[in-house]
Every structure is written in C-alpha cells, then in structure tokens.
C-alpha cells in the first residue's frame, strides 16, 4: 500500500539556519510526490512537487527538494530559515490519477530568535 | 481570483443539528474534494468530485453528504454528527481530476465541533 513516512514531528532550527525535514515513500509505480505548508488554523498550500525530469526541483519560499529513487526519499530543504517559515509541513504522494493525497504525518518546524 | 473559499470559518453543533459547510471557487476547476483532518493529523480524502459528479467517496459514513450543485459550488451537508466528527474540514479544487500532476489548491477550511 501507498504510505508516506516523515521521521520527524518536532524540529527546531535558529533563524538563518539551513533546515532539512525528511521524507520517505512507498509507492510501486511513479511516484506523484508533493510538499504542502500549513500555517496554524489554515489551509494547505503547495511549496513544491515531482512528477519527471530534475530530481531537484525549486519550489516558492526559496524551498528546494531533491528526489532520490533509490532511496525512496523525497526531502524537503532550505538554505537559510526564516521566522515566518515556522508552520507544520506535510509530504504527500499522489494517488488515483493525484484525486487522493497520501500525506505523511506531519514535521511542525519551529525557529529559535 | 485563485482562491478556494469556504464558509462558515467556524460551527459549533449538537449532534440532533442539520447545517452545511459551503465552498466555492471561480478559477474553472472541475474537479473539487473534501478532506478532513483531525487535530495535530494529516488531511484525510472523503470525497472527490469531477465534472460535478461524484467519483470517490472513501467509505465515509452516510452522517456526511456532499452536493455539486454546478462547478464552482462544493457542499457538505451535515446531520446527526457524533463529537468525533470534530475537525477542520478542508475543500480544494484542481481544473480536472485526471492529471496525476495537478496541483490541489485548499481552503483555508471550516473547523466543526460537535458537541
């Protein structure tokens, strides 16, 4: 079955700091794989995704994610955190022609001052 | 416009209620969905619309009803809830339902508490 593993729930980073938040599939076929931010209280909104092409792939917010097959591994980055990127973020892999959204559990980043 | 919005933000109902969660989009999408997503969880998929008509539903209860009534109108109606039903109740859109490539853009969600 199709499922989406994020190791971390909790991760604390200072502000200026690089940031790294982990993500793993299992997925038979290509995978559909996307990254979503949620701020408390809101809705999702999509920093970037992979279907084909460049395994790195640049998304909005200066977020960068590099698909590895081999490894399974879809991780998110981003060189220099701000305090506004504080939110929880979620990995999905799109199923059913992307209908349904198989989402990890969730990484809530929190930036230090 | 590239908004999804949905209305009431909030509702608060006993179990015996009747009400209805609304969402609308105007960027021409044709395939609209609900997810529900329970506190400090991931979104969940309950049901998917395309081209107005319904083409997943995952198994959920009869408790929940969605409408289409045309391509920019998604309701969820809502009768004899349990307090479990408790959650942020999330509507997106895609303009069609048959690209594995395309983006899903959400709500900002209705959050339902049931008492």
């Known amino acids: 079955a199709q499922s989406v593993t994020q190791p971390d729930i909790h991760i604390t980073v200072s502000e200026g700091a690089s940031l790294e938040l982990r993500c793993n599939y299992s997925?038979?076929?290509?995978?559909?794989l996307f990254w979503y931010v949620q701020s408390p209280g809101q809705g999702l909104q999509l920093l970037l995704k992979?279907?084909?092409?460049?395994?790195l792939v640049q998304g909005i917010k200066g977020f960068e994610a590099e698909f590895k097959r081999s490894q399974s591994s879809f991780n998110l980055r981003k060189p220099s955190v701000h305090w506004s990127d504080a939110a929880e973020y979620f990995c999905?892999?799109?199923?059913?022609?992307?209908?349904?959204?198989?989402f990890g559990a969730g990484t809530i980043l929190r930036v230090k001052s | 416009d590239t908004e999804v919005t949905q209305t009431p933000k909030h509702l608060v109902m006993g179990m015996t209620n009747k009400k209805s969660l609304k969402c609308e989009q105007h960027?021409?999408?044709?395939?609209m969905y609900w997810y529900k997503q329970k506190a400090k969880k991931p979104p969940e998929l309950m049901f998917v619309?395309?081209?107005?008509?319904?083409?997943i539903n995952e198994s959920v209860p009869s408790r929940f009803s969605p409408e289409c009534p045309n391509s920019s109108l998604l309701n969820l109606h809502l009768h004899a809830l349990q307090p479990e039903d408790s959650a942020l109740y999330l509507c997106?859109?895609?303009?069609?339902?048959?690209?594995?490539?395309?983006?899903?853009?959400f709500g900002e969600g209705s959050r339902l508490t049931v008492l």
């Open positions: 960027m021409g999408h044709r395939a």
């Open positions: 999905a892999v799109g199923i059913q022609y992307g209908n349904k959204l198989v």
């Open positions: 619309y395309s081209y107005e008509k319904l083409s």
């Open positions: 997925y038979g076929a290509t995978p559909y």
């Open positions: 997106a859109s895609r303009p069609q339902g048959q690209d594995p490539t395309g983006e899903l853009f």
């Open positions: 992979y279907f084909s092409g460049d395994t």
